[in-house]
């Protein structure tokens, strides 16, 4: 069991099955988002160590990836099993680390349950295409094989989630895996690490290293490294993407993110209200899913003023507490700079219907920022371009959809965009024209299930192959082509 406690030695790697000291001396503070109380310390891992875990999982690839397919589905049964025996232990260490409430990180762990269950498909999921007589006496077959050593890259916004996608696909598709975890929400990688074990694993074929850029460069730039499979921000996960493709490495990318929820005057107001007001200000805004921006339809006072109430009555603190929606954002850093973009809300003439500032003083302790609302922001506005990651809500007004769906284009980003609506034309309108690659009809939040795709568009993704389902299979496999000829 990982240990937590403040007393607690600076966190370990994982290499090839053993607890294994970084070869650096520097460290960073891993903290309780909502007390700021120290946790652990991570270190600040060196090339040197990337070297040594992708020397394991290279080592353990030889043996691996001639395991046969239901075998490797057989041990990550196992491990859907140990997972989920620990639900809420694994549940309240995201909570710890990462801030979140616990229903939300109880359903994190659960959305990450669903990829295991996914990757448990692997004999089917890596079956390949025969056709008999593609000319006289002549067939053809496709195989699927492994890539060899893979590299994942996580942030901090869902600790259990994001490996997740990651690595249980990957290994049952015969792949071998190293892990760089947010050095901001480290622990829990350590667990997950832990339970692999226990569930039988060979040594080698998941292994951890903590750290940030240099563990980040050392695993783009490594030789026996096949793929890189990147979660983050827009900046880094662009640098990821060209730095790993001038390497000549297969990757994908998933970045940052500004979604777009249109309120039409039919919508159901109330539900609608909810919907956004969970969507906007759980996790305190930090998913990429979150929805950040409003557009209201028509002149739709009553949704505006139903949307502000809820807010106000909004329930505010640590995570561990019940009925708690709003939890702090995960460093004081991120929160200054939350603030900022409040000041330049302001400053660009945007209209502050609910200030979250005040929220600030009455929890002192930890990282907090109550739900702030912007009304008759504009698509050139800063707050409406640029990603905040945090509790804070852009309302943009729009005449009719077409509008609307000229906000939604206007966004760099294209992760998710939502509709609230009855109406069944605007619902196919919508389909048609959103720009974005993970479309909701009134779902407050549409992040898709393990098997399918997470499929976001333009600056959200850098890659050609998203993470989960069939994308996510094709990713981590490459294929060989056979044909035969039988009139020899
Ligand atoms: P981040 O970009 O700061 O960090 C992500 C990872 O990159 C971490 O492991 C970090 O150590 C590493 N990293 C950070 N700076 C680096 C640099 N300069 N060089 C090399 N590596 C570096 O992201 P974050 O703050 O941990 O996570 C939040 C971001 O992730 C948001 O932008 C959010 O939208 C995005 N996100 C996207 C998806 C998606 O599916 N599109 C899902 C979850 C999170």
Redo the contacts with the bound molecule.
């Keep these: 069991m990982t240990v937590i406690k403040k007393d607690v030695a600076v966190l370990k790697n994982y290499i090839n099955g053993n607890w294994v000291e970084s070869r650096s001396s520097q460290t960073m503070k891993v903290i309780n988002p909502a007390t700021n109380e120290e946790l652990a310390r991570v270190p600040i891992s060196t090339k040197e160590d990337v070297d040594l875990a992708v020397k394991s999982a290279e080592e353990a690839s030889k043996i691996w990836k001639k395991t046969p397919v239901p075998k490797r589905a057989r041990i990550l049964y196992k491990y859907h099993t140990l997972l989920s025996d620990n639900h809420e232990e694994l549940a309240k260490l995201v909570v710890q680390e990462n801030g979140k409430s616990y229903k939300e990180a109880y359903g994190e762990v659960q959305r990450g349950l669903e990829c295991v269950e996914f990757a448990c498909g692997a004999p089917t999921l890596m079956m390949g295409e025969t056709l008999s007589g593609i000319a006289e006496e002549i067939d053809s077959e496709m195989f699927r094989y492994p890539l060899g050593v893979v590299g994942g ?6 600790p259990m989630m ?1 490996p997740l996608w990651m690595f249980p696909l990957a290994v049952a598709c015969g792949n071998t895996f190293v892990l ?5 929400t480290p622990i829990l990688a350590n667990r997950l690490a832990e339970l692999f074990t226990e569930a039988g694993f060979p040594h080698g074929v998941l292994n951890v290293v903590h750290g ?2 240099d563990v ?2 050392g695993l783009i730039e490594h030789k026996d490294i096949s793929a890189i499979s ?5 900046p ?2 662009k ?2 993407y060209e730095k790993s493709a001038s390497y000549g490495k297969r990757v994908q990318a ?4 500004k979604n777009h929820h249109v309120v039409m005057p039919d919508a159901d107001m109330d539900k609608a209200a909810d919907h956004i007001i969970s969507s906007a200000f759980g996790s305190a805004g ?1 998913r ?1 899913m979150a929805c950040s921006a409003v557009v209201v339809v028509g002149d739709n006072e009553p949704f505006v003023h139903a949307l502000k109430k809820k807010a106000d009555n909004l329930c505010i603190g640590n995570g561990m507490e019940e009925e708690v929606l709003l939890t702090p954002v995960i460093r004081s850093e991120h929160r200054d700079r939350t603030l900022k973009y409040i000041e330049k809300g302001l400053e660009e003439g945007a209209s502050l219907i609910r200030d979250g500032r005040k929220e600030m003083d009455e929890l002192k302790e930890g990282n907090f920022l109550g739900a702030t609302i912007f009304d008759y922001v504009t698509p050139e506005m800063t707050i409406a371009k640029e ?1 905040m ?1 945090a509790p804070v809500l852009s309302l943009l007004r729009a005449k009719d959809l077409d509008e609307g769906l000229e906000f939604i284009r206007k966004s760099r980003f294209g ?1 998710g965009a939502t509709l609230y609506t009855k109406d069944a034309k605007a619902v196919r309108q919508f389909r048609e024209e959103a720009d974005a690659g993970m479309l909701g009809i009134n779902v407050g939040v549409p992040a898709t299930m393990a098997f399918f795709p ?1 499929s ?1 568009w333009k600056d ?2 850098y890659g050609d192959m998203h993470v989960n389902g069939k994308d996510g299979v094709n990713f981590f496999t490459r294929k060989k082509m056979i044909t035969s000829r039988f009139d020899f």
């Design positions: 890259i996580t942030p901090f916004n869902f994001v760089k975890p947010s050095e901001r940030a850029h980040v460069n990147f979660v983050g921000s827009q880094v996960a640098y990821v998933l970045s940052g993110a930090q990429c990603e990651f992760n997470f976001g959200s993704f």
